[in-house]
T-cell receptor, first 113, second 115 residues
């Protein structure tokens, strides 16, 4: 079983829709969870960073962690065409040393006007 | 802002050539990473380094080596390029902090084609 699994999509939604992106993970010891956004022909950039369970909100974006189900989600409200990108979940996998991250496969999102 | 710079955006090489990919970061980060990104496979870690002259294998090190002679520079070497190494290569860096997990900062990638 992979440490982190993510549905690659692609996902296509109309402008204004609520988008839900999800990952599952296998190791219940994981406590930090990250979401990266990657625009076409660019490197990934950190979007949100959460610790342990619960929700974290930043503007139109909400990151949610359900540790009992080992499930993490990223919600985008009022989605815009500028949100079209690949979204990757990432989990630190080497303890706190060395900063290793394990990434999901990435979900390709297209928001059409 | 952290800047991670990869020397080439696009590179075309021939089978059997020795290929060097260069990465420089300007934030005095201890950790540096090399990934390759392929459709359907996501980001896969090739090698990483947590200090000058230190290196650790990632998940797919075969056919690659790395060099870190200076803190700001991390080089990926394809010893004898093969067509299955055609991919997008991404470099990243992060701060070493033992009591928390620091995010990685990425360059914009080098799209390498091996003919």
């Amino acid at each position: 079983q992979k440490e982190v699994e993510q549905d690659p999509g692609p996902l296509s939604v109309p402008e204004g829709a609520i988008v839900s992106l999800n990952c599952t993970y296998s190791n219940s010891a994981f406590q930090y969870f990250m979401w990266y956004r990657q625009y076409s022909r660019k490197g990934p950039e950190l979007l949100m960073y959460t610790y342990s369970s619960g929700n974290k909100e930043d503007g139109r974006f909400t990151a949610q962690v359900d540790k009992s189900s080992k499930y993490i989600s990223l919600f985008i409200r009022d989605s815009q065409p500028s949100d079209s990108a690949t979204y990757l979940c990432a989990i630190p996998s080497g303890g706190t040393s060395y900063g290793k991250l394990t990434f999901g496969q990435g979900t390709i999102l297209t928001v059409h006007p | 802002d952290v800047k991670v710079t990869q020397s080439s955006r696009y590179l075309v090489k021939r089978t059997g050539e020795k290929v060097f990919l260069e990465c420089v970061q300007d934030m005095d980060h201890e950790n540096m990473f090399w990934y390759r990104q392929d459709p359907g496979l996501g980001l896969r870690l090739i090698y990483f380094s947590y200090d000058v002259k230190m290196k650790e294998k990632g998940d797919i090190p075969e056919g690659y080596s790395v060099s870190r002679e200076k803190k700001e520079r991390f080089s990926l070497i394809l010893e004898s390029a093969s067509t299955n190494q055609t991919s997008m290569y991404l470099c990243a860096s992060s701060l070493l902090q033992l009591d928390s997990n620091q995010p990685q900062h990425f360059g914009d990638g080098t799209r390498l084609s091996i003919l």
